[in-house]
């Protein structure tokens, strides 16, 4: 059963449990622009214990780069190889895990954060924000010729969608068995400044649907974003906590590892998901209100 | 066990059963642009013998008045009310299954075709070909005032679908559990002239992923589409045919009628899917090459 921190005790005994801290960032450490109350507070407490700190986030439209930007406009301290997108992760996977061959390309369907992340890890990639493919004109087959070493299709979120990018993708797929498909993550929504939108899930859902199968995800839950942290750092699970506000992506991923798994509700989860007659099924190891509350066990 | 249609005795047995043929049209009678051999001669057949005849199809980006048009150039002869596209059997659902009130306005991810059917019906509608919901610039709620009066949102296949047009219809499904989540069809591919592409059931997957709930789909294998046809005419399943070139729709389509079936080999469907240790468990009554192997029967 999930345990609801409600003390000074509470907050203290975690820091002491915990050296490794890893944290989803939307709906976490801010929600859309707006940082929540306390964040910078408790992230100086934890480094000035001597935590580890990652922040862990499947939103694939951003580079890291682009991240640790966000973090300095909202007065985070943060450093680029702290934080582990699933673009990153997505990269990382396929020149280190699926070793796609250098002279292979990836077809990209995602925004820029995206193909950087690919460019860091030295993967061609084409279709992404190419101007020829953000396009509305109608898409036909005898004006398209595939490139032969397009070797993976890689979806992330992309607000860009369109049919010619979808049948691009569909096709270099459906001709090619050995092509592989991949996305950065399956989230089913994208929480905005404005309220939910679409989310990365929607943009591979018509390839899982003309194709008849499923993506492999790289994102939370699954358990390649944590091989992906593991390849760059140590850490003893047992000492590590994932703290998120989603049940399906960052409590289970942190379940997958075999972490300890703190849920805050100022995200997608209300409470009574967490306890009472209607929980979920994956429900986390502790919960509370706030990242906030944990300045309680600031001296 | 579906039976192979080879002698002219074979069809002209089917000539005589059945007084009501009901076709489908992108693999049976043309394949993209091109004619089917034999396909006029034995429509003219079917005429003389008095034999009832409409075209059931799952494209919703041509109106039935698109579809005239194109009967008319490929040299086929057609009615306009001998049509039943699943744009006019959607705007049939909804003014006179569901009874949208008249006051109420749909909200389409779709093209000028499936407008063109809406507006024959009565039916307001916004998004299809708007071009303010026709592009890639970033869509933000914020701009966004939702119109109170919509009550459905309709998908169909659109090559213009971007994420402007998801998130509004996103929006509108997410805020009023009372709109209703509708589609055309669900054909996961498209047949276009040049080879498959991502079909209608690809338009609505993002909102099905995103929302975590199906559409209604008034296409075949849908019975709304028979019910649509039998609202204007009489017919005896006993004595009606279904004619067409996929397992999971048209044959299915008949199947679910309670009509005879036929499948056409010239489109979709593999001999492999209908006979033999990897037949489908949806199989036809019948099955020939081809719509013009009828012209056996031709005296």
């Known amino acids: 059963m999930a345990k609801r921190l409600v003390s000074a005790g509470d907050y203290e005994q975690l820091l002491s449990k915990y050296d490794t801290w890893l944290f989803d960032c939307d709906g976490v450490l801010w929600q859309g622009d707006r940082l929540i109350d306390g964040v910078p507070q408790v992230l100086d407490l934890l480094r000035s214990r001597n935590k580890k700190i990652f922040f862990v986030t499947n939103n694939a439209t951003k580079s890291r780069k682009n991240y640790k930007t966000k973090f300095d406009k909202l007065g985070i301290e943060a450093q ?21 061959p250098k002279e292979k390309k990836v077809y990209v369907i995602g925004m820029k954060g995206l193909e950087e992340e690919l460019e860091e890890e030295g993967i061609s990639h084409l279709g992404g924000t190419d101007p020829a493919d953000n396009t509305l004109n109608e898409f036909h087959l005898k004006n398209f010729t595939p490139d032969p070493e397009v070797g993976a299709v890689l979806c992330g979120l992309d607000t860009s969608v369109n049919y010619t990018k979808l049948s691009k993708a569909f096709t270099y797929l459906r001709r090619n068995k050995d092509c592989a498909f991949l996305a950065t993550n399956i989230d089913s929504t994208y929480p905005s400044a404005e309220g939910l939108l679409p989310g990365a899930g929607s943009i591979s859902a018509p390839l899982q649907c003309a194709l008849g199968r499923s993506p492999i995800s790289i994102g939370k839950p699954a358990e390649t974003m944590l091989d992906c942290i593991r390849a760059k750092y140590r850490f003893d699970p047992e000492r590590t906590i994932m703290v998120g506000d989603r049940l399906n992506t960052d409590i289970e991923f942190g379940k997958r590892g075999s972490l300890a798994t703190l849920l805050v509700l100022t995200g997608i989860t209300h409470e009574s998901e967490v306890v009472g007659p209607n929980a979920s099924a994956t429900v986390p190891d502790y919960f509370t209100d706030s990242l906030g509350d944990l300045r309680a066990a600031i001296p």
Chains 1, 2 share one sequence.
Not at 83 to 92: D, E, I, R
């Open 80 to 100: 680029v190889d702290e934080v582990f997108g699933s673009a990153y992760a997505a990269a990382v996977y396929i020149s280190s895990i699926m070793k796609l």
